[in-house]
């Protein structure tokens, strides 16, 4: 698949240029050219600022900066909030095991519009642990194809921030740190088990039609069988261990939800063989430092994040707000799948429609606005936004109307 590349200052019709000088100049960068030259266009025009290191608005500027508790509205609940900031932050974090989709720019968008609602900052963070299955330049894309659709991250793996860096791989030494906390406290222990192992247990459990589980057999040994294995230099993962009792959450779209996962589900690994964390513990280790308030994700995560509550309060943090969005799904209900190749953004740019109409399209077919029209702007977008009215059912795309979206935005310009 060829690749388009972000823009520069553009009109609405079109521009031409080369990524590679556009990416030397915006980020004093060398890059050997082997891209195409891509056409396509922009309604809006708007410049992207050039040069690393611009601080992202809206932040505490140092550690002794006071701190107000935020009580009057239920979006703010159970957080405490840099005073210098507005308040909300927020983290689209996707993995670059692939090139951002239709799926995954609506996430972002939801995130970028909630933050600018309410005066707050949006990031970009890359979960890139799992290295086997890393796409070769799929992390600078979902960053390109962000600020192409004009909702650039106000701190990212590029621009930086107070609370690099934004790359998992880069802060290993983080959730090291976290985990050996947690096998200190009791809430976390090392598992030798085999992959072999492992697998025969899968297959038991598939032979036995029941849903395959670990069985927590490494949760029981002693400290000294743990130095034993240990001093033999056993290959080992961490695991953390669940326990009943799970607290019920508030759901900004799905209410209030509790999930007894430690009756469903084996403990969980949350350090690899190879010492890169799990998604599990990445994420609240990583919204915890980057102080993330709100965090809006898919609803594939809805039940993980009783686990996820569980880990908090094993650290003894508070857990931000969660808001998990429903589906954006196919217009006859299927799943979108990154298989059909014409869901990437990117074929979208390459085609030749403006990324407005991307917008308005993947918002207009779902909830969270006032009224659902044709047509609206990002900051009627922003404007119109309303968290309250985000419902559970998901969200039905019709792609055969995006050429309609398109010219209307076309006809606006003109």
Request: proline share 6%; net charge positive.
């Given at each position: ?83 210098e900031s507005g308040g909300v932050r927020v983290r689209f974090a996707p993995s670059p095991t692939g090139f951002l989709h239709l799926g995954g720019l609506r996430t972002a968008l939801y995130n970028y519009i909630f933050a600018k609602k309410h005066g707050g900052s949006f990031i970009l963070r890359l979960e890139d642990t799992d290295q086997s299955r890393l ?244 900051d009627e977008l922003i404007a119109e936004f309303d968290m309250t009215k985000i419902t559970t059912h998901s969200a039905l795309l019709d792609l055969e109307k995006l050429p309609e979206f ?9």
């Open positions: 698949m060829v690749l388009p590349a972000i823009r520069q200052p553009l009109t609405w019709r079109q521009a031409v240029f080369n990524f590679n000088a556009w990416k030397s100049r915006a980020h004093g960068t060398t890059v050997v050219p082997s891209l195409p030259k891509i056409v396509y266009g922009s309604k809006s025009g708007t410049v992207i600022k050039q040069g690393l290191g611009r601080q992202a608005f809206g932040l505490c500027r140092n550690e002794a900066a006071a701190v107000t508790p935020v009580h009057t509205a239920s979006v703010f609940s159970r957080r405490y909030y840099c005073a796409v070769p330049g799929a992390a600078e894309r979902i960053e390109d194809m962000l600020e192409w659709a004009g909702i650039p991250p106000d701190e990212s793996p590029r621009k930086g921030g107070l609370f690099s860096a934004y790359q998992q791989s880069q802060r290993l030494g983080l959730y090291q740190e976290a985990a050996q906390t947690l096998v200190a406290n009791g809430a976390a222990y090392h598992c030798f088990c085999s992959p072999q192992r492992l697998e025969l247990l899968k297959k038991e459990a598939l032979r036995n039609r029941q849903t395959p589980r670990y069985d927590n057999r490494c949760r029981h040994l002693s400290p000294g069988q743990v130095e034993e294995k240990l001093g033999q230099k056993q290959p080992h993962v961490l695991r953390f261990r669940l326990e009943e009792g799970v607290e019920p959450f508030q759901d900004m779209v799905y209410g209030w939800n509790r999930h007894e996962v430690a009756t469903v589900e084996g403990d969980p690994v949350i350090i690899k063989a190879d010492g890169f964390p799990t998604y599990h513990l990445a994420n609240v280790v990583d919204d915890h430092h980057m102080q993330i308030s709100h965090v809006l994700r898919g609803t594939e995560w809805l039940i993980s994040t009783s686990k996820h509550l569980l880990m908090y309060r094993a650290f003894g943090w508070e857990a931000p707000t969660f808001a998990h969005l429903p589906l954006l799904l196919n217009r006859d209900g299927s799943k979108l799948s990154k298989r059909q190749g014409d869901i990437f953004i990117e074929h979208f740019a390459l085609a030749g429609y403006l990324p407005e109409a991307l917008l308005d399209i993947i918002t207009n077919c779902g909830s969270g606005f006032t009224e659902n029209r044709i047509g609206r702007t990002l398109n010219r209307w935005v076309t006809e606006q310009t003109d």
